[in-house]
């Protein structure tokens, strides 16, 4: 891909999935996992990238077989990874994941320490960065140092460069040293974002606040554009500076929520995207439909990347 314009990148992590295979089982009970690429931030980019969009993904992974499955799994995707660096010093994270009752799922992670934390300020290239229209990151890769620094350093350029800088906390408290770590440091990445995506539990654990209007507010800064807080099935909640809305969820029978919210953020970028991040209620509130069935959509399949729809699955899917 040529040093044109992409509409997305994303930074963070990249790392292997190996789902168990007999659902309604916890880790320890289940015996066959298969594998599968993931990382949130990996699972938007590859989403936009096939909803047709020209994307692009900075990060790390190792010098290993399972760090060049990743690259090449993106890449055969659209990704653009000629940012993605390979590390000697540690091996590609890796994620074991069992789904419960209703599709939820359970988690335990490999990263002691994974290449994609040893990501450096250093291997930024900003002229990289002043290609995107929109710049997504989430908290995970701001959990250790040096990675922190890296995502922050990309947030920078993103800034100076004008792009549109888009937050998914993604929450995993597993991989944080305590919940009140978590809170601070997610709370910290917040402050650079003009989009939010967040979920009512994560609103929920940031704020103790019940109420999601004054939860939304309370979190509001003065670069926050648009805050979105999902709500599963039942839909997606907005909030602008000037006001808020609802717009309603699609009824699927669920196997795997698996990478929903990820589709979800793939959609709503997409969307903000035709609208020419136009910001406005109609823009906001289509953006938010689209968003809304592609998470449906990939709960109806097992994983997460390899969940992700194509745009004319998503349109078929919006027409029934």
């Known amino acids: 891909m040529t040093d044109s ?4 990148i994303s930074c963070g992590e990249l790392l292997i999935d190996f789902v168990a295979t007999e659902a309604g089982m916890t880790l320890a009970e289940a015996s066959l996992f298969q594998k599968v690429p993931g990382g949130a931030p990996a699972n938007v980019v590859v989403g936009l990238a096939r909803l047709g969009r020209r994307v692009g993904f900075l ?16 890449h055969r995707d659209g990704v653009d990874v000629s940012a993605v660096r ?11 994941v069992s789904l419960l009752e209703q599709g939820e799922r359970d988690f335990m992670f490999y990263r002691h320490p994974s290449a994609d934390m040893l990501w450096r300020p250093e291997d930024v290239a ?6 995107a229209r929109i710049v997504h990151y989430g908290s995970i890769s701001l959990i250790h140092e040096p990675s922190r620094s890296a995502t ?7 800034r100076e460069s004008g792009a549109l800088i888009s937050y998914d906390p993604n929450l ?9 770590a978590a809170k601070t440091r997610i709370l910290e990445g917040w402050q650079h974002a003009e ?7 994560e609103l929920l654990f940031l704020t103790g606040e019940q109420s999601l209007e004054r939860a939304a507010r309370a979190l509001w800064h003065e670069r926050l554009r648009l805050l979105v807080v999902t709500q599963g099935k039942v839909g997606a909640i907005y909030f602008t500076p000037t006001t808020s809305g609802h717009v309603a969820g699609f009824a699927v029978a669920a196997k795997d929520t698996t990478g929903a919210g990820d589709g979800f953020v793939s959609g709503l970028l997409h969307g903000l995207l035709m609208a020419d991040l136009n910001l406005e209620r109609s823009a906001i509130e289509y953006a938010l439909s689209i968003g809304n069935a592609v998470g449906g959509l990939v709960t109806t399949r ?6 992700l729809p194509s745009w004319d699955d998503v349109l078929m899917f919006l027409q029934k």
Request: aromatic residues 10%; glycine residues 6%.
């Open 5 to 8: 314009v992409l509409d997305v």
């Open 59 to 74: 990060g790390q992974v190792g010098e290993d077989e399972f760090g060049h499955c990743l690259v090449d799994t993106l």
């Open 86 to 96: 390979f590390s000697e010093q540690a091996r590609t994270a890796l994620a074991f």
């Open 126 to 131: 900003r002229s990289y960065v002043e290609r």
């Open 152 to 158: 922050l350093t990309v947030l920078q350029y993103a």
């Open 172 to 180: 995993r408290l597993p991989l944080w040293p305590s919940a009140e």
């Open 195 to 201: 989009l939010v995506k967040v979920s009512e539990e």
């Open 302 to 307: 097992i994983g997460a990347m390899s969940a």
